[in-house]
């Protein structure tokens, strides 16, 4: 079993930036992907970011590019995602998640672990 713990959501101006955590913990893998996906109210859960330790591959959707920057440190299991140009559309809970797969990372369905979730308001 896997445990994802994320933290440093919060209230922000638009334009402001937020660095979300995600400290995973229990099970290791030798080869794993971390992820970020979002949920704003009234709307499905969406893909954000994620990280392929091998090789260190990173993916984005196209709203978030270039304000958005996903890192981690494998050693420590734990993923990074600093937000920076914050607009009010990027409000949601904001969840990580983790699996074995290396491909098909915006999909959730892929994904064998969730964390609870951290919250991320911008106000205009």
């Known amino acids: 079993q896997v445990q994802l713990v994320e933290s440093g959501g919060g209230l922000v101006r638009a334009g402001g930036s937020l660095r979300l955590s995600c400290a995973a913990s229990?099970?290791?893998?030798?080869?794993?992907?971390m992820g970020w996906f979002r949920q704003a109210p009234g709307k499905e859960r969406e893909f954000v970011a994620a990280?392929?330790?091998?090789?260190?591959?990173?993916y984005y959707r196209d709203s978030v590019k270039g304000r958005f920057t996903i890192s981690g440190d494998n050693a420590k299991n734990t993923v990074y995602l600093q937000m920076n140009s914050l607009k009010p559309e990027d409000t949601a809970v904001y969840y990580c998640?983790?699996?074995?797969?290396?491909?098909?990372?915006?999909?959730?369905?892929?994904?064998?672990?969730w964390g609870q979730g951290t919250q991320v308001t911008v106000s205009s």
């Open positions: 998640a983790t699996t074995m797969k290396t491909g098909g990372v915006y999909y959730p369905y892929n994904y064998d672990y």
């Open positions: 229990g099970r290791s893998f030798s080869r794993n992907t």
């Open positions: 990280i392929v330790w091998s090789g260190t591959i990173t």
